[in-house]
């Protein structure tokens, strides 16, 4: 059976009740990037990226899966051949939806050495002098991808897409790169490309269909279409 591919982006959690980052009031309105999403910025205030970390995870914890996750879900149990899911969320809602899935922007659930690569189960309040369980060195950071640097999975992902038949793309403004090239190579893969989002983002015109909505509508009614 045909190999699905379905990237999410923020969208997908909005309606879990977790800011977006470019709809208006999104996070980047209300933090700098430069000041807590890059290498740069954690070398120059470590504090502040670890409150920024701290702060998105607490957000985050209480939210609860909706009916867009848990239909990805079903669709990964339900479908007969290869359903990829490829997230730019550091959330674990598509988890907590029944769904198995490729973080490529890390994830909020686990910390990360930066001297010996270490990872292990985020604790409440990441700091900067917890010392890695591993090396013992207080080399501790977010396991979370910052702009500049290079995104998880990426040598899977572009295998994954090189084999897609149908490439869907859900709540994601394709504002940032690789991301928001992925319905290129699967347009040249000879996919099949339908986009699921709450309005027009940057890369619908390089989509077969579009269809614009909220996720917890446009996603169950397609997967519905789907498995039918
Ligand atoms: P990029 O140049 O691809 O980012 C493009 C978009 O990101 C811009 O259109 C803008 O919307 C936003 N952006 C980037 N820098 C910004 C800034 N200083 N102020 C406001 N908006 C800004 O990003 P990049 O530097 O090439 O980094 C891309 C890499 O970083 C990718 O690997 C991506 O996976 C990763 N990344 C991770 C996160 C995260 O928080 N997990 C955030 C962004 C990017
Ligand atoms: N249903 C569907 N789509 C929605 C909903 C909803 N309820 N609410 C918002 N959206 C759409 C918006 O229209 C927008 O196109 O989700 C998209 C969110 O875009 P962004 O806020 O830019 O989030 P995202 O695309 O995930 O950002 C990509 O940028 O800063 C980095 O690491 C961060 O992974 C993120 C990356």
């Known amino acids: 059976m045909r190999p699905i591919t379905i990237l999410t982006g923020a969208g997908i959690s909005a309606e879990s ?15 700098d990037i430069e000041d807590v999403a890059t290498p740069q910025a954690f070398a120059r205030n470590p504090e ?17 899966p909706n009916a867009a996750h848990h239909a990805l879900g079903r669709l990964q149990k339900s479908w007969p051949g290869p359903v990829h899911i490829i997230t730019q969320n550091v959330d674990d809602l598509h988890e907590k939806g029944g769904a198995k899935v490729i973080h490529m922007h890390g994830q909020h659930s686990t910390a990360l050495c930066a001297a010996c690569g270490h990872r292990w189960p985020a604790p409440p309040a990441m700091d900067l002098h917890d010392p890695c369980p591993d090396c013992r060195q207080p080399a501790t950071r977010p396991d979370v991808v910052w702009f500049g640097e290079m995104p998880y999975h990426m040598e899977r992902i572009g295998e994954i897409l090189e084999r897609t038949a149908l490439f869907v793309s859900i709540g994601t403004s394709g504002a940032v790169y690789p991301a928001a090239g992925f319905v290129r190579l699967a347009r040249a893969a000879g996919a099949e490309t339908l986009e699921l989002n709450l309005e027009p983002s940057e890369i619908t015109p390089l989509f077969d269909t579009s269809r614009h909505g909220p996720a917890t509508e446009l996603v169950p009614a397609w997967v519905e279409e789907v498995v039918a």
């Open 17 to 31: 009740g977790i800011a977006t980052f470019r709809d208006p009031g999104g996070i980047w309105a209300q933090y």
């Open 48 to 64: 502040l990226v670890f409150d920024f970390y701290n702060m998105r995870r607490e957000k985050v914890r209480g939210a609860k």
